[in-house]
């Protein structure tokens, strides 16, 4: 049998855009013959789905997961070319598939990290779409995964709205045990969630708000007022960032479902009803056609 040198797996990667693991094999089978294992890899639909990677995906499904504890969560974005086929049994099955991988890993930190599992021991997560690709005849894409496990007391959440196109993954803390147990903790998560899909903040807090994104919307600001005082301008700028900020940051948007109180002042009230702190640790909101 012919050597199948890091070389010849190289070559046919770049070929194929096929993992490496999947071109060694090939080439083993082949004999180290590098046509002959583009062939193979092309009988199994994995080259194939190369020569769709260039098709837009802007369709596809928003879907999510939880353990039945609510201590495990996962939201993953599966992108298509067409609202007919992310409609299908078929594509809504190999979502649920890949929801269920990212739930039994150890730990998903990134969508590299989660793309690279291999949960049959040799094919990766990247891998198994570009097959899934050749079968179904259209490009597809993971634009984003969140997994969520929650760490002491408190429970995960998630909300999918408009039938998968944006969905929202939310980890709600607490101290108690008995808190995480009451279903109202549950029920407020959910609308917590709902709260994120329809207002799409960018970070839970002004802490969190990159600074450069801080800086484009002064720049915009005062390009807005300039030719005043510099003294007037600098307080319009600053009305103008805290307006943005109360529009951007979680905690202080207005509550949709009671805009005379924000997220903050919600949890605050709800803490009091629970006789318990509670906090949201962190959340992921995703939407069809974004990339991550």
Same mark, same amino acid.
């Given at each position: 049998m012919a050597e199948v040198t890091l070389e010849l797996? @190289?070559?046919l990667r770049e070929k194929t855009n096929v993992g490496m693991m999947n071109c060694k094999g090939a080439l083993k089978e082949a004999d180290g013959d590098l046509e002959a294992a583009e062939i193979i890899l092309r009988k199994k639909g994995m080259a194939a789905a190369d020569k769709k990677a260039s098709r837009e995906t802007s369709e596809g499904l928003v879907a999510t997961t939880i353990s039945d504890d609510a201590k495990t969560g996962v939201m993953i974005d599966l992108g298509c070319e067409t609202d007919f086929l992310s409609k299908g049994e078929g594509f809504r099955a190999f979502v649920a598939e890949l929801l269920q991988y990212a739930m039994q890993a150890d730990a998903v930190d990134s969508l590299e990290s989660y793309l690279a599992l291999t949960p049959n021991g040799a094919d990766s997560i990247e891998d198994i779409v570009k097959v899934k690709v050749g079968s179904m005849g259209e490009n597809m894409g993971i634009g984003n995964v969140a997994r969520y496990t929650v760490a002491g007391? =408190?429970?995960?959440?998630?909300y999918i709205?408009? /039938?998968g196109k944006i969905g929202v993954l939310? *980890?709600?803390g607490c101290e108690s045990a008995d808190t995480e147990k009451n279903e109202a903790l549950a029920a407020l998560g959910k609308d917590i969630c709902?709260?994120? #899909?329809a207002s799409n903040p960018i970070c839970l807090g002004r802490d969190e708000v990159p600074a450069?994104?801080? *800086? @484009? *919307? @002064? /720049?915009?600001y005062r390009d807005q007022v300039k030719g005043k005082p510099e003294n007037i301008i600098d307080k319009i700028v600053e009305g103008k960032l805290d307006k943005f900020y109360k529009g951007s940051c979680l905690l202080e948007q207005s509550f949709i479902k009671d805009p005379d109180q924000t997220i903050k002042a919600l949890l605050e009230a709800s803490s009091t009803d629970f =006789?318990?702190?509670l906090q949201i640790r962190r959340? #992921?909101?995703?939407?069809? =056609? *974004?990339?991550?």
């Open positions: 797996i @190289k070559q007391a =408190g429970c995960v959440s998630s709205h408009m /039938d939310l *980890e709600l709902l709260h994120i #899909a450069d994104l801080v *800086e @484009k *919307e @002064k /720049d915009v =006789g318990d702190t959340f #992921a909101r995703f939407a069809v =056609g *974004e990339v991550s």
